[in-house]
């Protein structure tokens, strides 16, 4: 049975859209990438020679290297506290009938309602009220607002399709919950739990308006010290850390890829 003209015409402006679309998306990086290895002394494509003397300044760059230290060290942690709230929270609301069940799940997703510059004067103004403003604690807390959401979201939708009766089964065999939990439930949700945190960890990553409000002298993000750099500044340096960047983000694909499989996270 042949398809009919209007889903052909469909199918035939998807072949054409999905193209530029991918183009769209790799465009900017490839050529961030590409001029992030000029020899010039001006940020320019296409790049004029090839050197990598630009990532030879970036990587001995005290303040670029110590605030991609810093942004790495805050997404991880940011990841692992979002999961650890966010877990709980999923579960907690896809199987226990409570009153406020839906206004705690409304605002488990706020932050993504919320402009950022509000949420950031908002957690700024409270953190000082609670003397954590301008400390790394309290840049840590903001972080883990702004990832909950996706963690609780990409969690929940997998809950909805988990078969319980496999939980069922271990517990009739007399295992006790935090082992059901362990070996039956963890493993399940593995793959959601790895799309969280691709989720969480790039979400943190690559934030810059809550950490230009919560960020510290001291614990100075990577992509708030680009901000701040290009302001003065616009030479290959900026590609190069850019590159980086894409460089760290590509990384945290690949290790989830290993350790579930992108097809499974998808």
Known sequence: MGLDPADRLLGIAGWIVRPLVYAGLCIPAVIIVAASFTAGDALRFPPEGLSLRWYEAALSSGPFMNSLWTSVKLACLATIGALSLGLSAAMALDRYRFRGREAIRNLTLSPLVVPMVVLGIALLQFLAWMKLNQTFIGLLAGH???????????????????????????????????????????????????????????????????????????????????????????????????????????????????????????
């Open 144 to 266: 883990v607002l702004i990832t909950l959401p996706y963690v609780v979201r990409t969690l929940s939708a997998s809950l909805v399709l988990f078969d319980r009766s496999i939980e069922q089964a271990a517990a009739n065999l007399r295992a006790p919950p935090w082992r059901v939990l362990r070996l039956v439930t963890l493993p399940i949700l593995l793959p959601a739990i790895a799309s969280a945190t691709v989720f969480a960890f790039v979400t943190s990553f690559g934030n810059v308006t809550l950490s230009i409000f919560l960020g510290t002298s001291k614990a100075t993000t990577l992509p708030v010290q680009i901000f701040t750099y290009v302001e003065q500044n616009y030479d290959p340096v900026l590609a190069a850390v850019s590159a980086l960047v894409i460089m760290v983000t590509l990384a945290m694909i690949v290790i989830i890829e290993k350790l579930v499989g992108v097809e499974k996270v998808a």
